[in-house]
């Protein structure tokens, strides 16, 4: 299987609002990190805009060769917005204010029809959605009830502690995923030290949605050469 490098510029438009100027600018990155091979380009608008604003989704959405997937809350500021732009993807997470990342997947558990109602709107826009969960049996299984074909798992609790246990929850979490029909995408806090030791554990995995450390290694790295790395990673 092939599995497909999504890029996440989020972190280049950090860099440029921290002056509140014009560059980096996170198009110019997302052409960088096509033309190195990425799949797809991945962006997060949050309700702070701390990071990407408006007119990049709409700059991206104009721009971008491959695919457009855009993760935001399931608010209704977001899908006027995601409704104007309307990427090829949506990727539905949660976001608590003033949290410094993303702190967890989407409870679809605790509220499958809401988000089935919210995700139908954006279907019915020729929009297709993924929603990012923590890797555990009642969240796919809501996720399915909510009538999404995609879930991307959140690997920030294996990233941040490296506990074995929970690597074999996500890869449990991808076979029951798939065994339902899901496609399955990964991402949060990937970097090139452990990257690796997820697509073996758990090679149905089809997409991988990198930012933050991608990034920052195209700091030492250069863009283009940062990208190239992950994606021998996921050869
Ligand atoms: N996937 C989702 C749903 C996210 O919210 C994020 C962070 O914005 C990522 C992937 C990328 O995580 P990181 O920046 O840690 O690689």
């Known amino acids: 299987m092939r599995r497909r490098l999504g890029v996440n510029v989020d972190h280049v438009a950090t860099l440029r609002q921290a002056r509140q100027v014009r560059y980096p600018d996170p198009l110019a990155a997302a052409l960088v990190a096509e033309r190195a091979g990425a799949a797809q380009i991945t962006v997060h608008i949050r309700g702070d805009r701390r990071h990407v604003q408006d007119h990049d989704l709409h700059r991206l959405a104009a721009s971008v060769q491959t695919l457009l997937n855009v993760e ?26 003033g949290e410094v990342t993303t702190e967890g997947g989407l409870d679809v558990a605790a509220q499958s029809a809401e988000v089935a109602v919210f995700a139908a709107r954006l279907a019915a826009a020729g929009i297709h959605v993924a929603l990012f969960i923590d890797p555990d049996a009642p969240q796919i299984d809501a996720s399915c009830v909510a009538g999404v074909d995609m879930v991307e798992l959140n690997t920030a609790r294996w990233a941040e502690t ?50 933050h450390a991608l990034v920052a290694d195209a700091v030492f790295l250069g863009l283009e050469t940062s990208v190239r790395r992950y994606l021998e990673l996921l050869a």
Not at 82 to 94: D, I, N, S
Not at 171 to 177: G, P
Not at 181 to 210: K, M
């Open 162 to 211: 490296g506990d074995r246990a929970e690597l074999l929850r996500l890869a449990a979490a991808t076979e029951r995923a798939r065994s339902r029909g899901l496609s399955v995408a990964a991402g949060h806090g990937l970097t090139l030290q452990n990257l690796r030791e997820l697509v073996l554990a758990a090679p149905a995995i089809e997409e991988y949605n990198i930012g």
């Open 72 to 97: 935001a809350a399931c608010t209704e500021e977001m899908a006027a917005i995601l409704l104007a732009v309307r990427p090829h993807r949506v990727t539905l997470v949660a976001e608590r204010p």
